[in-house]
Protein backbone atom coordinates (compact mmCIF):
# COMPACT_ATOMS: atom_id res chain seq x y z
CA UNK A 1 0.00 0.00 0.00
CA UNK A 2 1.29 3.61 -1.10
CA UNK A 3 1.61 6.19 1.64
CA UNK A 4 2.36 9.66 1.30
CA UNK A 5 2.43 11.42 4.63
CA UNK A 6 3.79 15.21 4.87
CA UNK A 7 4.86 17.02 8.14
CA UNK A 8 6.45 20.29 9.07
CA UNK A 9 3.51 22.73 8.17
CA UNK A 10 2.93 25.00 11.15
CA UNK A 11 1.79 29.23 11.63
CA UNK A 12 4.63 31.72 11.05
CA UNK A 13 4.81 35.50 10.13
CA UNK A 14 5.72 36.76 7.26
CA UNK A 15 9.48 36.24 6.00
CA UNK A 16 9.29 33.49 7.50
CA UNK A 17 10.91 29.93 6.85
CA UNK A 18 9.14 26.48 7.09
CA UNK A 19 10.43 23.09 5.67
CA UNK A 20 7.78 20.34 4.47
CA UNK A 21 8.86 17.05 4.45
CA UNK A 22 7.11 13.95 2.57
CA UNK A 23 7.63 10.68 3.88
CA UNK A 24 7.01 7.85 1.30
CA UNK A 25 6.53 3.83 1.97
CA UNK A 26 4.94 1.26 -0.75
CA UNK A 27 5.95 3.42 -3.42
CA UNK A 28 8.53 1.35 -5.81
CA UNK A 29 9.41 4.10 -8.20
CA UNK A 30 11.22 6.62 -6.13
CA UNK A 31 13.17 7.51 -9.34
CA UNK A 32 10.40 9.37 -10.63
CA UNK A 33 9.25 12.72 -11.02
CA UNK A 34 7.62 13.38 -7.56
CA UNK A 35 6.04 16.89 -6.59
CA UNK A 36 4.12 20.00 -3.73
CA UNK A 37 1.40 21.05 -4.97
CA UNK A 38 -1.32 23.24 -2.91
CA UNK A 39 -4.68 24.48 -2.23
CA UNK A 40 -6.21 27.64 -0.40
CA UNK A 41 -9.84 27.74 0.64
CA UNK A 42 -12.09 28.03 -2.61
CA UNK A 43 -9.18 27.66 -5.19
CA UNK A 44 -7.80 24.96 -7.37
CA UNK A 45 -4.91 22.73 -6.57
CA UNK A 46 -1.52 24.18 -8.17
CA UNK A 47 1.66 22.65 -8.61
CA UNK A 48 4.28 24.32 -6.36
CA UNK A 49 7.51 22.79 -7.53
CA UNK A 50 8.74 19.08 -8.91
CA UNK A 51 11.60 17.15 -8.93
CA UNK A 52 12.82 14.44 -11.55
CA UNK A 53 14.73 11.77 -10.68
CA UNK A 54 19.02 11.89 -10.35
CA UNK A 55 18.53 9.86 -13.44
CA UNK A 56 17.20 12.14 -15.34
CA UNK A 57 19.48 15.09 -13.97
CA UNK A 58 17.22 15.97 -10.89
CA UNK A 59 15.68 19.00 -12.98
CA UNK A 60 13.19 21.12 -10.83
CA UNK A 61 10.66 23.65 -12.36
CA UNK A 62 8.90 25.80 -10.41
CA UNK A 63 5.30 27.84 -10.24
CA UNK A 64 7.01 31.59 -10.93
CA UNK A 65 5.12 33.00 -7.86
CA UNK A 66 7.61 30.78 -5.65
CA UNK A 67 10.59 30.93 -7.69
CA UNK A 68 13.79 32.08 -5.48
CA UNK A 69 12.31 31.34 -2.46
CA UNK A 70 11.07 27.46 -2.36
CA UNK A 71 13.62 24.68 -3.11
CA UNK A 72 12.31 20.82 -3.52
CA UNK A 73 14.63 18.29 -3.16
CA UNK A 74 15.38 15.15 -1.81
CA UNK A 75 16.46 13.79 1.23
CA UNK A 76 20.24 11.55 0.66
CA UNK A 77 18.34 8.47 1.36
CA UNK A 78 15.91 9.09 -1.04
CA UNK A 79 12.95 8.22 0.59
CA UNK A 80 11.44 11.70 1.40
CA UNK A 81 10.51 14.85 -0.55
CA UNK A 82 11.74 17.78 0.88
CA UNK A 83 10.74 21.45 0.42
CA UNK A 84 12.04 24.53 1.98
CA UNK A 85 9.95 27.72 2.07
CA UNK A 86 11.44 30.92 2.99
CA UNK A 87 10.72 34.29 2.59
CA UNK A 88 6.83 33.21 3.21
CA UNK A 89 4.11 35.46 2.58
CA UNK A 90 0.65 35.68 3.32
CA UNK A 91 -0.56 34.32 -0.57
CA UNK A 92 1.35 30.73 0.25
CA UNK A 93 -0.78 30.13 2.81
CA UNK A 94 -2.71 26.63 2.19
CA UNK A 95 -2.72 23.00 2.31
CA UNK A 96 0.50 21.74 0.70
CA UNK A 97 -0.10 17.93 -0.85
CA UNK A 98 3.08 16.42 -1.97
CA UNK A 99 2.31 13.64 -4.83
CA UNK A 100 4.49 10.88 -6.97
CA UNK A 101 3.05 9.35 -10.25
CA UNK A 102 1.65 6.11 -10.90
CA UNK A 103 4.38 4.98 -12.93
CA UNK A 104 7.76 6.49 -13.50
CA UNK A 105 7.48 9.81 -15.92
CA UNK A 106 9.57 12.79 -16.20
CA UNK A 107 8.10 16.06 -15.55
CA UNK A 108 8.94 18.79 -17.95
CA UNK A 109 9.31 22.45 -17.52
CA UNK A 110 6.04 23.77 -17.26
CA UNK A 111 4.19 20.61 -18.19
CA UNK A 112 2.97 18.85 -15.16
CA UNK A 113 0.12 19.77 -13.16
CA UNK A 114 -2.14 17.55 -10.64
CA UNK A 115 -3.49 15.38 -13.64
CA UNK A 116 0.47 14.17 -13.68
CA UNK A 117 0.17 12.36 -10.15
CA UNK A 118 -1.72 9.56 -8.75
CA UNK A 119 -0.83 8.83 -5.46
CA UNK A 120 -1.39 12.21 -2.74
CA UNK A 121 -0.53 12.79 0.87
CA UNK A 122 -3.33 13.87 3.25
CA UNK A 123 -1.61 17.10 2.79
CA UNK A 124 -0.08 19.38 6.10
CA UNK A 125 -1.34 22.99 6.21
CA UNK A 126 0.55 26.56 6.44
CA UNK A 127 -0.49 29.56 7.31
CA UNK A 128 1.40 32.69 7.32
CA UNK A 129 0.64 35.85 8.88
CA UNK A 130 0.95 39.76 8.12
Known amino acids: QVQLVESGGGSVQAGGALRLSCRFSGYPYMDTCMGWFRQAPGLEREGVAIINSDNSGGRTDYADS ?37 RRTYCSRGGWGPNNFAYWGQGTQVTVSS
Open 66 to 102: VKGRFTISRDKAGNSLLLQMNSLKVEDTAMYFCAAPE
